[in-house]
């Protein structure tokens, strides 16, 4: 069955979208996305993914429309979910892109976009029993600069980080910068549990500024759970007592290895009932 899309306002199949070769997101991966779950037709924590998504806009110097906003994209994509039958439980993925133009002659500068919305998998919701299997990737370094706390279109180092995970049987795999210290994972947060304090990587150190991390950073902070954004390196990460990775889709997902290290899953677990839990029950976010 054809799903529907929403490209630049206007509803079409996918199969109808058509992209000019001469597109600077297809040639040089300028532009930017949000994925988004959707509980009962509505956004999980919305006001954050728009804000990321304003800010990300903001740094890489795209202009858009007055009818560009929140609102304006909230509805469309509540109109797509409906006209996919999606509005119960679903993932939604929102890209923007830069029109044509070569690397130095930057014809359009305006913000077009392709919103697409597929069924939920309610398996998502659940805290995972069984805990996964990870390792650390060394063939791609995360860059740490302006830009890289951003959903980039340009996803190609998580995009063979993921392809080298699948091939060796493992469920995700830990991205390093280039200090050699841990940025985040293909398409999650990473958290470790160092000595009874919750540990991520600081946005200083290359990765996304995660949705998830930042709803929970705020939680941790709340609740005067002790939590750190700091430096970690392979042997703190090997060394951790727990190690959990989080997004938007899934909340927390607890982590049983990494490389040939083992963990506990004690806190992780209670993170989850406490501040994940809740959040995609009520879905008031």
Known sequence: MSLFSIWNGTV??????????????????DGCFETMKVVEGQILLSDLHFQRLFTSLKLLQFT????????????QIIYLLEKNGHQKF??????????????YDV???????????????????????????????YDAKK??????AIKSNNYLGYAMAAMWAKDNRCD????????????????????????????????NEGCVDGVMRRYLLNCFQKDSLPYSQTEITQENLLNASEVFLTNANFGIRWV??????????TLSSYLHQKFIAPLFKNATF
């Open 64 to 75: 858009s429309s007055q009818e560009f906003t929140a609102p304006e994209l909230t509805s």
């Open 172 to 203: 995700d795999a830990v991205i390093m910068n280039g200090s050699n210290r841990v940025a985040d994972a293909t398409i999650a947060n990473v958290f470790i549990v160092d000595d009874g304090v919750i540990k991520t990587p600081s946005l």
């Open 12 to 29: 079409v199949k996918d199969e109808e979208i058509c992209i000019s070769a001469n597109n600077r997101s297809f040639k040089y991966g």
């Open 143 to 148: 860059a740490a600069d302006f830009f890289s």
């Open 107 to 137: 014809e359009d500068r305006n913000a077009y976009y392709i919103i697409q919305s597929w069924a939920g998998d309610t398996s998502s919701d659940v805290y995972n029993e069984k805990g996964l299997k990870v390792a650390v990737f």
């Open 256 to 265: 049983q290895m990494v490389n040939h290290t083992n963990y506990k899953n």
């Open 90 to 103: 679903a993932r939604v993925r929102l890209m923007v892109y830069r029109g044509s133009g070569g690397l």
